[in-house]
T-cell receptor, first 114, second 116 residues
Framework: AQSVTQPDIHITVSEGASLELRCNYSYGATPYLFWYVQSPGQGLQLLLKYFSGDTLVQGIKGFEAEFKRSQSSFNLRKPSVHWSDAAEYFCAVGGSGNTGKLIFGQGTTLQVKP | NAGVTQTPKFRILKIGQSMTLQCAQDMNHNYMYWYRQDPGMGLKLIYYSVGAGITDKGEVPNGYNVSRSTTEDFPLRLELAAPSQTSVYFC???????????????FGPGTRLTVL
């Protein structure tokens, strides 16, 4: 069965520091991978997605993610964090079949220190 | 374009009451989804629909019902509310679920439901 694991429930970084959020997935075929961000009291917004091709994908707000098939990982990175990046981040994998269903990880809460 | 809208934003129910959470999208998306979000649990799929008149169960459908009479609307019904249904509910839509064009899901702002 497909699954997504985000090992870090809560991460705190200083403003201006680099960030890496981890995501590991379990999926039998080529995965379709997504990162979403949820600001407090808001819905989810897509940061970036990977379907195929270049394993380093660029997203909005200066985020990028790298797909590593050998490690079953799709980690999210940002070189310099801004206070406005404080939010909850979700990794998701596309399910099988033509339904568009997504399976979400548990989420990682990012706190940014001034 | 309003995107995906949800009403109400907040609601408190008593045990055993029923209610309908409304969801509408104006993007002509054929795929729609209902999720619930509980702290530390991520999002769990309740029901989804691949087009008007077609719905199917997700991961956690018990206690809920849906209908899809139009492309735009996808209401979620709670018949006998229970404390375990206290959660934040998100509706989402996407243009297509086809494997070759796995499209982004657009999310509504959510409904925060408390059952006491």
């Amino acid at each position: 069965a497909q699954s997504v694991t985000q090992p870090d429930i809560h991460i705190t970084v200083s403003e201006g520091a680099s960030l890496e959020l981890r995501c590991n997935y379990s999926y039998g075929a080529t995965p379709y991978l997504f990162w979403y961000v949820q600001s407090p009291g808001q819905g989810l917004q897509l940061l970036l997605k990977y379907f195929s091709g270049d394993t380093l994908v660029q997203g909005i707000k200066g985020f990028e993610a790298e797909f590593k098939r050998s490690q079953s990982s799709f980690n999210l990175r940002k070189p310099s964090v801004h206070w406005s990046d404080a939010a909850e981040y979700f990794c998701a994998v596309g399910g099988s079949g033509n339904t568009g269903k997504l399976i979400f990880g548990q989420g990682t809460t990012l706190q940014v220190k001034p | 374009n309003a995107g995906v809208t949800q009403t109400p934003k907040f609601r408190i129910l008593k045990i055993g009451q029923s209610m309908t959470l409304q969801c509408a999208q104006d993007m002509n998306h054929n795929y729609m989804y209902w999720y619930r979000q509980d702290p530390g649990m991520g999002l769990k799929l309740i029901y989804y629909s691949v087009g008007a008149g077609i719905t199917d169960k997700g991961e956690v459908p018990n206690g809920y019902n849906v209908s899809r009479s139009t492309t735009e609307d996808f209401p979620l019904r709670l018949e006998l509310a229970a404390p375990s249904q206290t959660s934040v509910y998100f509706c989402a839509s996407s243009y297509s679920g086809r494997i070759l064009s796995y499209n982004e899901q657009f999310f509504g702002p959510g409904t925060r439901l408390t059952v006491l």
